[in-house]
């Protein structure tokens, strides 16, 4: 049982190039979420899914876009990478919005 | 801004219990407590989450005032594995945006 996968685990662009960080759960959870975290800020939400077929944003969700792929996959892009989102970058998931998260181990990625 | 205010720090020896204190003043009443942990570099991991009962699991136990303004999260027998930056949120059960402070730093010591 994996729990959340997280892909890359490191990565490194040059301003201006795109990618897309991949997440997936394996237990079933109708809610999923993407945070990243800086250093002295704690966790903030981008974006999360409430249950298959929605999106909302959350708190700084500007420079991303999501894609709720299938129950299994949330997908987080960077269209045009900047150095502000030089970050660790977490994904969840939850059974409901008010159940207890699961997360990853992170995405650290830097732009350079 | 978060709902929440804990100690910046806290030290615990090894295997005495560790009571990490959390006062949450203007909790409303359909917001729940959660508590989760983040050990160095790792993700966050939840640990438990209460209305207004005690809980209790295998990780630790929540204590909730009655008047609800604060909370206690109960290590029985804190191990070194247990150092890590403790966080109370606040959120309905209906909200999505679990609102991260800058959390407890719990030091366990031998």
């Known amino acids: 049982n994996a729990g959340v996968t997280q892909t890359p685990k490191f990565q490194v662009l040059k301003t201006g190039q795109s990618m897309t960080l991949q997440c997936a759960q394996d237990?079933?959870?109708?809610?999923m979420y993407w945070y990243r975290q800086d250093p002295g800020m704690g966790l903030r939400l981008i974006y999360y899914?409430?249950?298959?077929?929605?999106?909302d944003k959350g708190e700084v969700p500007n420079g991303y876009n999501v894609s709720r792929l299938n129950k299994r996959e949330f997908s987080l892009r960077l269209e045009s990478a900047a150095p502000s989102q030089t970050s660790v970058y977490f994904c969840?998931?939850?059974?409901?919005?008010?159940?207890?998260?699961?997360f990853g181990s992170g995405t650290r990625l830097t732009v350079v | 801004d978060a709902k929440t205010t804990q100690p910046p720090s806290m030290d615990c020896a090894e295997g005495r219990a560790a009571n990490l204190p959390c006062n949450h003043s203007?909790?409303?009443?359909?917001?729940?407590v959660y508590w989760y942990r983040q050990i160095h570099s790792q993700g966050p991991q939840y640990i438990i989450h209460?209305?207004?009962n005690n809980e209790t699991n295998e990780m630790a136990s929540l204590i909730i005032t009655e008047d609800r303004k604060s909370s206690t999260l109960i290590l029985p027998h804190a191990t070194l594995r247990d150092t890590a930056v403790y966080y109370c949120?606040?959120?309905?059960?209906?909200?999505?945006?679990?609102?991260f402070g800058k959390g407890t730093k719990l030091s366990v010591k031998p």
């Open positions: 969840a998931s939850s059974e409901s919005i008010g159940a207890g998260y699961t």
């Open positions: 949120i606040v959120k309905s059960g209906s909200q999505g945006n679990l609102i």
């Open positions: 899914s409430a249950s298959e077929g929605t999106t």
């Open positions: 203007t909790i409303s009443g359909n917001e729940y």
């Open positions: 237990m079933n959870h109708n809610s």
């Open positions: 209460g209305l207004k």
